[in-house]
């Protein structure tokens, strides 16, 4: 699971940095649209050994390798539209000032940011501002030879083709679509389903399921289900399968990366990840995760793969990404603190005893510095992740949390001083709380979701842990999001040296409140209500804890100036709230009471307030502050001997956006324009 996405609050004002050591990296890179691009830094890589260096290499050559698989699954025409419009960005001789083109550029550059036509949060497709004529021009000038047409096919064939997939509103409107009561599958422009009905993906996979099973496979999540002669027959991503070019390409860098591994067990679940992807078996994908979460000795980790399944409006098929990464030693001492005392957090957490683990297996965390980031992990990217999603795999062995701080960190530089804190939080007292506490709230309110939410708590036996359906996602963010709530404000973490005193919880719950109620309408556009799932959670945690404070006034939303503020009043209160809420969510889990989840999503996580949201995006344009954020990851140059043996790994920071999509688009082109 993601389990968290930076909230981009900018809520956490570092602390002045020590003359000595002046940080002159460059953060910010370029912005467009409604987005800001940053870079990270990979501190500590220059100093690992040749052989980590190495590893870390090849691994990065398999997290791009796959990278158009992840265009594909979000729709059909992804790769040909931004292959055509790669080609006119680099070989349009027309005027390339004009106001056109440069739309045109940003319509590209919003592209690659999405791996397709639609907004890699909102889910809505993108609006050009070039014209379907400017397009048609555009195409016409280009040579044949570097346009991605099929063999025969004219360009005017092309153009017909794309014009609408581009500029028709109506016409793949929507990624992902999650509106009650519609065909999710029918309205949703993914690529997991073609030709059949949601009622007839549910009723294939139904058929497949068996409810006693107590290691089921995860179901459907490495294929597309198609209807081919009115038959439906899953197509699987593998090798020799859909998607199988880039997947030999995956492979063949995993192989090299075999050959560096640093120990038997990190060699055994390389080797089991490779025979998946030759296979396509489930079974040996569920092998290769019990492996993956046993490794918990070596330094370097990577996901690789087909990982979550938020792309998918049914919630089982998964996007491919990847995250390569290693150890940060001293700051994962942490990590290895709560994970330590993961049995007493379970013991004491407010929810019934019937939901609780009598044992928690193996939560292990750690922090850790992202070396390069792929597929569905770039350049958007995640600040914790919790895998495998397995449910009877974490009950039976446990599961991996990471918290990514380099990625945290270049966040909170990059928003130095952007003025949002004095534009949102109401008074000076929240802002010392926030300037004080901020990166270090954050920071272990991340380590408790990852180590400690997600892996608490368990199924009745018998319950499907899909019976929460299009709701399971939001539901199991805000159980693992209460769960770190609950305990940021509890004294153990003063008492286990986590947190510096009893106030540092405050800068977390002020925070929290004002992003879930107020601030994450920044990322809404007008008239639109809030669907992806990390945003449902914290508004419906948001909203249900101020409601149900109002008779106490244990939140309050204040007006000064025209403008709305959160104001916590009772933060002491607010924790018992969070203790509740988080024993009704997990009781809804442990028991798949769809109704009662269904309702409490539909009744705080979705709805916008119209007046509200329309102040806080005028106050934030104001700002100017782009609402999403991405990375280009660094590049690693190889160093050769004249017998062509690597000796050392360079790393650099200097490659712009538009620079490194091209490149990866020609060093990483195996996969075909039109997959199925
Ligand atoms: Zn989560």
Not at 231 to 258: C, P, Q, R, S
Not at 290 to 298: E, G, N, R
Not at 450 to 460: A, M
């Amino acid at each position: 699971m993601i389990t968290s996405i930076a909230t981009l609050s900018a809520c956490h004002v570092q602390e002045e940095k020590p003359a000595s050591s002046p940080d002159t990296f460059n953060y910010n890179v370029e912005e467009f649209a409604d987005i800001g691009i940053l870079r990270y830094q990979v501190e500590g890589f220059e100093s690992l050994p040749l052989q980590q260096k190495k590893m870390i290499y090849y691994l990065s050559q398999a997290a791009v390798a796959g990278r158009d698989i992840f265009f594909d699954q979000n729709g059909k025409w992804n790769l040909a539209i931004r292959r055509t419009l790669e080609a006119i960005y680099e070989h349009y001789n027309g005027d390339r000032n004009s106001e056109s083109f440069q739309a045109l550029e940003q319509y590209l550059k919003q592209v690659w940011f999405a791996s397709g036509i639609h907004h890699h949060y909102s889910m809505d497709k993108f609006k050009p501002g070039f014209s379907a004529p400017f397009f048609a021009e555009a195409v016409q000038s280009i040579d044949s030879s570097l346009l991605p047409l099929k063999v025969g096919e004219s360009k005017e064939e092309l153009i017909e083709k794309l014009t609408p997939v581009i500029f028709d509103p109506t016409v793949d409107a929507k990624r992902v679509n999650q509106a009650a009561g519609e065909d999710l599958i029918l309205t949703s422009a993914c690529n997991y389903y073609d030709g059949v009905t949601q009622q007839e993906a549910e009723t294939f996979y139904n058929n497949l399921k068996d409810l006693n099973d107590q290691t089921p496979v995860s179901y459907g999540l490495n294929s597309r289900l198609v209807k081919k002669d009115g038959k439906i027959e899953e197509l699987v991503w593998k090798t020799d399968g859909l998607y199988g070019e880039a997947l030999t390409e995956v492979v063949y860098w995993l192989e090299k990366a075999l050959s560096v591994a640093e120990n038997d067990a990190q060699r055994a679940y390389i080797e089991k990840l490779i025979e998946f992807n030759r296979t396509g078996d489930l079974k040996t994908f569920d092998q290769y995760a019990i492996l993956w979460v046993k490794d918990t000795i070596s330094d370097i980790d990577f996901v690789n793969g087909f990982t979550e399944s938020y792309g998918d409006p049914l919630g089982m098929k998964a996007s491919w990404e990847s995250v390569v990464n290693f150890k940060n030693k001293e700051a994962s001492k942490r990590t290895e603190t709560i994970s330590e005392n993961a049995q007493w957090f379970e013991d004491h957490s407010p929810v019934d005893s019937r939901f609780k683990k009598e044992t928690v297996k193996g939560v292990s965390a750690k922090v850790i510095t992202a070396a390069m980031l792929g597929g569905d992990c770039y350049p958007a990217t995640p600040i914790g992740i919790n895998l495998p999603n397995s449910n009877w795999i974490r009950r039976d062995h446990g599961s991996k949390s990471v918290t990514i701080e380099n990625i945290t960190k270049a966040y909170d530089m990059a928003s130095l001083g952007n003025g949002f804190n004095e534009e949102f939080v109401w008074s000076d007292t929240e802002r010392e709380l926030l300037k004080k506490y901020g990166f270090t709230s954050d920071n272990m309110h991340t380590d408790l979701h990852e180590c400690l939410g997600h892996g608490s708590g368990k199924l009745l036996p018998g319950v499907d842990p899909d019976a929460l359906k299009a709701y399971g996602s939001t539901l199991e963010e805000a159980r693992a999001d209460l769960f770190a709530l609950y305990y940021i404000a509890d004294p153990k973490l003063v008492e286990l040296g986590l947190l510096p005193d009893q106030d540092a919880y405050k800068a977390e719950y002020y925070r929290y409140i004002m992003n879930g109620l107020m601030t994450q309408l920044t990322r809404i556009e007008p008239g639109k209500s809030v669907e992806e799932s990390h945003m449902r959670n914290r508004q419906l945690i948001a909203k249900w804890l101020f409601e149900k404070g109002e008779p106490e006034k244990v939140i309050e939303l204040k007006k000064r100036d025209g403008k709305s503020f959160v104001v916590i009043n009772h933060y002491d209160k607010m924790r018992t709230l969070v203790g509740q809420l988080l024993a009704e969510i997990q009781r809804i889990k442990s028991e798949g009471d769809y109704e009662a989840g269904k309702n409490l999503v539909e009744t705080y996580g979705v709805r916008v307030d119209t007046n509200l949201h329309k102040e806080v995006l005028d106050r934030y344009a104001h700002l100017q502050i782009k609402p999403y954020k991405g990375f280009v990851n660094p590049v690693y140059t190889p160093v050769t001997d004249d017998k062509g043996e690597i000796t050392d790994i360079l790393i650099s920071y200097d490659e712009g956006y538009a620079q490194q999509m091209l490149r990866y688009s020609k060093e990483f082109n195996a996969l075909p324009t039109y997959n199925n």
